[in-house]
């Protein structure tokens, strides 16, 4: 096999999905009842966005929530909220322009993959949607068949994005340094370790705080849904 030249790295959510697919997940199933108290799962829900967005959510404090919804579950009822998560919230938030930023790499003969601290529970559907064949994200842990609301070695968040792409490439035989160029897309200032470190950091529909800090450092920006913005102002 012909080791690839370029690495495309994409964050997920509000980078490739004008949403974000945790977020999303955690509300789909308190509105729709299938866990415990919708408010509290909801205002629960919104804090730990708030805190993510001002980057001091850490990853255990993510888990604790965000995977406990899924322990202890049975399989074939948690295939059911995947599918109709996909159905309902995902597939209808994969746009034109998200899908041909990926495509166009992946033409190129790129290696691509998707770098999320969303769980793989969660984004393993999303990347398939994409046509992505590698994700590289948070790992739920699995005891006895089910999921235990713990995660399974490192978090795929902030600086442990680099662990985990590093350790991706291993398993693949490869290494960062070997490629002329790597691209990873992102809009979050909790991503600037896995940016830095890049060739080619490209700030993806950024958030202010990482507008900035592009502008400030000449790194790339663009803006995927300017569109959407444009119909809601």
Not at 7 to 21: E, I, K, N, Q, R
Not at 132 to 144: G, K, N, R, Y
Request: aromatic share 8%; charged share 25%.
């Amino acid at each position: 096999m012909i080791s690839p030249q370029n690495l495309a790295l994409f964050d997920l959510d509000h980078t490739l999905l004008p949403l974000d697919s945790d977020y999303q997940w955690a509300d789909f199933l308190a509105r729709t009842g299938r866990i415990g108290d919708p408010i509290e799962a909801q205002r629960r829900n919104d804090e730990l966005m708030d805190r993510y967005n001002a980057g001091n959510l850490s990853a255990e404090e993510s888990a604790a929530f965000m995977l406990g919804l899924i322990a202890h579950q049975p399989r074939e009822v948690l295939m059911e909220w995947q599918q109709a998560f996909m159905q309902e919230v995902i597939l209808p938030a994969l746009l034109p322009q998200a899908l041909k930023l990926v495509q166009q790499h992946m033409n190129q003969g790129d290696l691509c993959a998707i770098v999320t601290a969303t769980n793989e529970f969660v984004t393993t559907p999303i990347a398939k949607a994409f046509g992505f064949e590698h994700l590289i994200a948070t790992v739920p842990e699995i005891q006895d068949g089910v999921y235990t609301g713990r995660i399974d070695g490192v978090a795929s968040y902030q600086a442990g994005k680099i662990v985990r792409v590093d350790q991706w490439l291993h398993e693949l035989g490869l290494k960062r340094d070997q490629f002329e160029k790597i691209w990873f897309y992102s809009d979050s200032p909790n991503d600037l370790p896995l940016m830095e470190v890049v060739s080619d950091p490209i700030a993806t529909n950024p958030s202010d705080r990482l507008r900035q800090t592009a502008q400030e450092r000449n790194w790339k920006i663009i803006d995927l849904f300017e569109d959407l913005l444009d119909a809601k102002s």
